[in-house]
């Protein structure tokens, strides 16, 4: 089992009222009209972080993934792009943490260490309007 420096319940999401998702606003960001296929597909299937949150994620190569994150109440895309090595990102609907490459962590990874990837932790900034890289 992996250990972790954060844990995705030690930032939880306050109590959320129901919203009507707002349409998508690829403008928003200048990633949003390049990767439009990838983040329309997301966002269509709803929020899976932090209440509003929709995290998008697409490949960018062998072992390779970008993720960003797209604001449902809004529809504007969040300035942030996150690219992951050995795996996916790891995020939850009731937690503003998302944490980057969990698998270097249990030490599955030996060659992306090696390397100099490691496990990085991201946190939604309380307003909601940026994604902040938690520094060791």
């Known amino acids: ?3 972790y420096e954060h844990e995705l319940n030690e930032f939880p999401v306050e109590s ?3 919203f009507k998702k707002a349409p998508l606003d690829l403008s928003s960001n200048p990633i949003g009209f390049e990767y439009r ?7 269509a299937e709803g ?6 949150y929709v995290v998008v994620g697409w490949g960018c190569g062998a ?7 797209v604001n449902a109440k809004t529809g504007k895309i969040l300035d942030a792009k996150i690219m992951s090595y050995a795996d996916q990102a ?3 609907i009731n ?9 270097i962590a249990s030490g599955d990874y030996d060659e992306f260490v090696q390397a100099g990837f490691e ?8 307003d909601g309007l940026r994604i902040e890289k938690l520094v060791k």
């Open 37 to 43: 296929t990838a983040i329309r597909s997301a966002y």
């Open 119 to 126: 496990t990085e932790y991201y946190l939604l900034s309380e």
């Open 63 to 69: 072992s390779c993934q970008y993720n960003i994150v």
């Open 1 to 3: 089992k992996a250990v």
């Open 90 to 92: 790891s995020y939850d």
């Open 47 to 52: 929020p899976n972080f932090a209440g509003h």
């Open 95 to 103: 937690s503003r943490l998302i944490i980057n490459n969990p698998e």
């Open 16 to 18: 959320q009222e129901p």
